[in-house]
C-alpha cells in the first residue's frame, strides 16, 4: 500500500495513530462524521481504505475547514499557490514567514494557512486572546518542498473528491446531523485545558457539554470513538469520561516521551480511545476494556485486521 497522503501539519495530529484506531472503524460506514477533524488525518487513512461512502469534515476553525476544502475540490491552484508563496521566501525567509503572517490575520486566506503550517514550529497552531495567529517560524527549516506538498495534495483530493462535505461549525451542531448508519471520530482539542479559552487551538470545549453530547449521542444510538486523555508513566491528562456512559476504553501506546527521556526517566505514553457501546455491538469480536490490570498495546505499526 502506498504511503498516505498529508498536506497538513498540525499539531496533535492522529496520523501515526490511524492504523490502531481504524481497527475499530466498522465495514461500510455510511458518512465518517469527524466533528474535530484538525488536518482530518482519520478522515484521510478511512478513504485510503475505501471504507466510508461519505466524509464531512469540520472543524470551528475556519480557514483550517476551507484549506481542507480547496485541497480536495481545487488541489492544482491550492498547490500552485504553495508553490509560489514558497519561493518567495528565499531573500528572508523569517521576514517573508511574518509578512505571510500579517497577511493571514488581515485576511483568514486559508492557502496563506497552509504555507504558516509547513512553516511555522511543530506544525502546532497558536492564537492570541484576539484570535489572532501568533506561532514563530520554525528557523531551522524551510516547510515542505513543493514537490512533495502537491503530491500530497493531489493525493487527498484523489481519495476524497465527490466524497466529502466540509464545515466549520460547533461540534454539537455536526453531531445533530449523525445517524445510526454513520461512525463519528472525535478527537477534541486537549483536556489539561479548561473552558473554551485555548491558545493551542482556534478554541477549547467544556467538559460537562461534550459528556451531554455523547449521553446524547448514547441515547439515538449513534456509533462513535473519542480520543480524549492520556497517560505518561503513572500521570494521566485530562478529565475522565464517566462510567455512565458505558464506553469500552482502550489505551493505546504512542511511543515514549522525549521530555520524560531527557530527565533519565524511561516513560511511555498511552493515548485513550473511547468507544461507544453502538459501535461495539457492530464489531463482532469484542474489544478489551483497557481499564483492566493489563491495558491493551498495540504496535502503531501492525497491519489492520478488522473486527467485523
Ligand atoms: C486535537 S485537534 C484535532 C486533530 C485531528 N484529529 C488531526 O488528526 O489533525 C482538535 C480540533 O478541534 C477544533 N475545535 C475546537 N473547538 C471546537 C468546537 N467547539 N467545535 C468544532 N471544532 C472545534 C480545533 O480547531 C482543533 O483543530
Redesign the pocket.
Known sequence: MKSIPHP?Q?Q????NLAPVILRYVPKNVNWLI?????????SIAVAARQIAKSYLI????KP?AELLRLIVDSPSETASFYEDIWNEQHSDSVEHYYRVRADFNRTQDPRLFLYLLARCVKGSVRYNADGMFNQSPDKRRHGTRPKTMRANILGVSTLLKGKAEFSS???RE?LAGARPTDLVYM????QGVCGER?SR?????YHADFVSALEELNSREIPYIV?YDGRRGDKTFGEILPASLELTHIELEAGRSSQATLLGRDELTYESLYLSHALTDKLAHKPIDGRQPKPQQYSLFEPITHYV
Open positions: 497538513i498540525y496533535g495530529s492522529k496520523r469527524e466533528p474535530f477533524s484538525g488536518s482530518a488525518a482519520i469540520n472543524d470551528l476553525n483550517l461549525l460547533d461540534y455536526v478527537d477534541p482539542p486537549y485555548d487551538y482556534y478554541s477549547g470545549i480520543s
